[in-house]
């Protein structure tokens, strides 16, 4: 229980040789091929990630998996390569340093949908998948894990695309209290 209510952000990052156990590929629709490292999800956050985006289809959500699982090694490829592009300050701002990222923690998952192109920006909140994420994700365990107007206390720019697999009943308590994780480490 411990490993999936773990806080990981600038402040608390994971290990250089962190690897999460029990990585599997994700059995839904993703738009990475079955053999790509950011497939991989914690078994338990794959199995419930494919409950959500099978019960999102019965209310006509067409979510797809962009991300999961990104090891140390391939953040720190990101990261290097967006600081040359950008600048220090850009990638500061919106990528995590190698060791901080939730991805490293095989328990966090970028969804998007066509209707936004797969591509992962704000305008995914206004799409009918992004709402009913929002809505249903903690009954299966995932948050939102950088809600808007939090940015102060999570560190990250809004991300409605986001989620984070933290067990569905801590998910359900952060949901019903309007808790983001840093908070609830807190208490
Ligand atoms: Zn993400």
Same mark, same amino acid.
């Given at each position: 229980?411990?490993?999936?209510? !773990? ?17 599997v ?8 091929s &079955? ?24 209310f006509? %959500?067409?979510?797809?998996?962009i991300?999961?699982? !990104? @090891?140390?090694? !391939?953040q ?16 500061? !701002? ?7 990222s939730?991805?490293? @923690? ?5 969804? @998007? %949908? ?9 305008s995914?909140?206004?799409?009918d ?13 995932? $948050? $939102?894990?950088?809600?808007? &107007? ?12 986001? $989620?984070?697999?933290?067990s ?9 209290t &309007? ?7 807190? $208490?």
């Open positions: 229980m411990e490993y999936f209510s !773990r806080l990981v952000n600038r402040d608390y990052p994971l290990p250089q040789d962190f690897v999460p156990e029990d990585l590929p994700c059995d839904f629709p993703f738009l990475a &079955g053999d790509e490292e950011k497939r991989l999800l914690n078994a338990r956050a794959a199995a419930s990630a494919k409950r959500l985006v099978e019960y999102g289809k019965s006509g %959500c067409h979510l797809v998996g991300s999961g699982y !990104r @090891s140390y090694a !391939r720190k490829e990101l990261y290097e390569a967006r600081v040359r592009e950008a600048g220090a300050e850009h990638a500061a !701002r919106y990528l995590a340093l190698p060791g901080t939730e991805h490293q @923690s095989g328990l966090a998952l970028d969804l @998007s %949908c066509p209707a936004v192109h797969m591509e992962l920006e704000e995914f909140a206004d799409t998948e992004g709402r009913w994420l929002k809505a249903y994700a903690p009954m299966f365990g995932f $948050i $939102i894990r950088y809600p808007k &107007g939090k940015e102060a206390v999570t560190g990250y720019a809004w991300e409605p695309w986001h $989620i984070r697999y933290v569905k009943s801590l998910a359900l308590y952060l949901a019903l &309007g808790l983001t994780l840093e908070d609830y480490h807190k $208490i």
